[in-house]
């Protein structure tokens, strides 16, 4: 498959790029930010306060607004909680899937149908223990009318095979512009390879109709699986809409260093764990080359690691600086990194709150303001609220 060339940045634009992202981490998010509530935070384009809108939350991981503004929110250990427009915490909601919380695994993602309105339908994604060890689960249900529970709860797909091991689920969902549901699966850790593999359904990014069947029109792979939109994926964190173009933007966690940006493309490769950046925790190297012919590259890549996590694309008005932003959670570097975009090119990047709070996912809320997940025993809600200057 024809893909188109990928954007690089130069090595000289690179640098000023990081010297420049140095500089605002020092000036708005160095000694500013969740540690100093009511501080101004100055970044490039914008001006801001850091808010905690809500606490008491074990290890948040994924989040949704529903249609009145009120939040949902998973917490890893396996529970879903209803997050009040004042930032009041509902007890656990009740018939949650059980989930294989340990490790990286629990309950993940959560994502509202595009129909919820009408429907009340929503997905999950989650770890689950079945024969043969751990996997990435699919689920859908709705939630009731009292916003007390979920009904009607029913698995759509499980990333088989399983394997013991709690590392790399991936579980970022997504719903694209032509309605069809986009999910994301980790390598699973122990065996890399697995994300070659076109009969594997783990290390890649699945394109699926609402009720969990492939996706018509899906490429047709040499001996794939039919969900298998793209392969090549390790540890996706990150899986975002671009409201300018209608394009999805992957964010892949690497080994040490190899971070990555990645625009999706029917029937991709994104190389793991062939090619790429970064070696293994010991030390010793993975890949092939940093590129090869046939796999795709990414737009943008980090050395060292930045650990990116859950990602937006901001598209409100309190921040008209920010417009057509993609933000993501880091956790190794503990912030928030903004890159702007033009189109489908990355153009700069900017560090904020840098070294601070491990941010799990960033979520952008109908009010226009910005929502940061902290990655803790002692989770947080943290608001990002506009200033004059």
Request: with cysteine; aromatic share 6%.
């Amino acid at each position: 498959m024809f893909l188109s060339r990928p954007f690089r940045f130069p090595a000289l634009a690179l640098a000023l790029t990081m010297a420049g992202a140095t500089a605002a981490c020092a000036q708005g998010g160095g000694a500013q930010g969740p540690g100093s509530p009511g501080a101004v935070v100055r970044s490039e384009a914008a001006s801001f306060r850091v808010a905690t809108f809500a606490a008491g939350l074990e290890h948040p991981w994924g989040a949704a607004f529903l249609p009145d503004g009120r939040l949902l929110v998973t917490e890893r250990p396996g529970r879903l909680r209803l997050l009040g427009r004042d930032g009041d915490v509902s007890p656990p909601l009740a018939g949650v899937p059980a989930v294989a919380a340990a490790g990286q695994g629990g309950l993940l993602d959560i994502r509202l149908a595009p129909d919820f309105a009408e429907t009340r339908e929503l997905y999950l994604c989650h770890a689950a223990a079945t024969r043969g060890g751990n996997l990435t689960r699919l689920v859908r249900a709705r939630l009731a009318a009292d916003a007390r529970s979920l009904e009607t709860v029913q698995t759509l797909l499980d990333a088989a095979p399983a394997q013991t091991g709690n590392g790399h689920y991936g579980c970022r969902i997504a719903f694209g512009r032509d309605g069809k549901l986009y999910l994301t699966t980790g390598d699973r850790q122990r065996n890399p390879e697995r994300a070659q593999d076109g009969s594997d359904l783990a290390g890649k990014l699945l394109r699926l109709e609402r009720d969990g069947r492939p996706a018509e029109g899906n490429p047709a792979l040499p001996g794939a699986r039919p969900e298998i939109l793209a392969l090549g994926l390790r540890s996706p964190q990150g899986l975002a809409l671009n409201p300018a173009t209608g394009t999805l933007w992957e964010v892949e966690m690497g080994p040490r260093g190899g971070d990555e940006v990645n625009l999706v493309r029917p029937g991709a490769n994104f190389g793991w764990p062939v090619a790429g950046h970064g070696v293994a925790y010991s030390g010793a190297r993975i890949h092939e080359a940093p590129s090869r012919p046939g796999m795709q590259d990414p737009l943008r890549h980090w050395v060292p690691s930045i650990s990116p996590s859950g990602a937006a694309f901001y598209a409100g008005d309190a921040f008209p600086g920010w417009k057509n932003s993609l933000f993501l959670g880091t956790l190794s570097s503990a912030g928030l990194l903004r890159l702007s975009v033009e189109g489908d090119r990355i153009t700069g990047e900017e560090r904020l709150l840098w070294g601070q709070t491990r941010i799990r996912h960033v979520v952008p809320g109908p009010d226009g303001l910005l929502y940061l997940l902290t990655d803790e025993s002692r989770g947080r809600v943290l608001r990002l609220e506009p200033t004059e200057g």
